[in-house]
């Protein structure tokens, strides 16, 4: 069974910082890589997804995201973040034939003036 | 166009009770999802619907949950029985096509569930 993980919980940043939230999966082959991220009182807006060809993928918002297998990694990232983005962020995964997503447990990202 | 829509986004009931969550998918959505978010968790499959086939009801954590989606469109999750371990905020999805295309799955924005 496919597993993810997201190895930290909560992320303060500046407002104009970079930004880059980890997510680690557990699958025996490539699967589908989504991150979805939840604004307060909402529900979950896709960002990106991946499922085949170049490894980095471009998403709303300014968001990115790289799929590098070697490490079963798929790591978001945003080069300037602006006091919207904080949020709570989702990383899943969906095996291909499968429709189950697995999700992280997410991260909570705080953003400071 | 209109996303995915829930009611009531939000119920408070008493352990023992019944509740009903309701559901629309988008429109021409022909795949609808249940998932739990717990407290600190991440979300949890329930159910899956996908036109007239029999739904995966391989989440559905007890016998107390159930779920129908009527004329392929609205859908109800009923849980009975209530228990405090129930309470979660319960988030329905849909997605344009079959789930196992990979296709973007569309959420509502969830009701959240506090069982007394």
């Known amino acids: 069974a496919q597993s993810v993980t997201q190895p930290d919980i909560h992320i303060t940043v500046s407002e104009g910082a970079s930004l880059e939230l980890r997510c680690n999966y557990s699958?025996?082959?490539?699967?589908?890589l989504f991150w979805y991220v939840q604004s307060p009182g909402q529900g979950l807006q896709l960002l990106l997804k991946y499922f085949s060809g170049d490894t980095l993928v471009q998403g709303i918002k300014g968001f990115e995201a790289e799929f590098k297998r070697s490490q079963s990694s798929f790591n978001l990232r945003k080069p300037s973040v602006h006091w919207s983005d904080a949020a709570e962020y989702f990383c899943?995964?969906?095996?291909?034939?499968?429709?189950?997503?697995?999700f992280g447990a997410g991260t909570t990202v705080t953003v400071r003036a | 166009g209109a996303g995915v829509s829930q009611s009531p986004s939000n119920k408070v009931t008493e352990k023992g009770k019944d509740v009903e969550l309701r559901c629309d998918p988008i429109?021409?959505?022909?795949?609808l999802y249940w998932y739990r978010q717990s407290l600190g968790q991440g979300l949890e499959f329930l159910i899956y619907?996908?036109?007239?086939?029999?739904?995966?009801k391989s989440g559905l954590p007890s016998d107390r949950f159930s779920a129908e989606r009527t004329g392929g469109s609205v859908s109800t999750l009923t849980i009975q029985r209530t228990q405090q371990e129930d309470s979660a905020v319960y988030l329905c999805?849909?997605?344009?096509?079959?789930?196992?295309?990979?296709?973007?799955?569309?959420f509502g924005p969830g009701t959240r569930l506090l069982v007394l």
């Open positions: 699958y025996g082959a490539t699967p589908y």
């Open positions: 619907f996908q036109g007239n086939s029999a739904p995966d």
């Open positions: 999805a849909s997605s344009r096509l079959a789930g196992d295309t990979g296709e973007t799955q569309y």
């Open positions: 429109s021409g959505h022909t795949a």
């Open positions: 899943a995964v969906g095996p291909f034939g499968d429709y189950k997503l697995s």
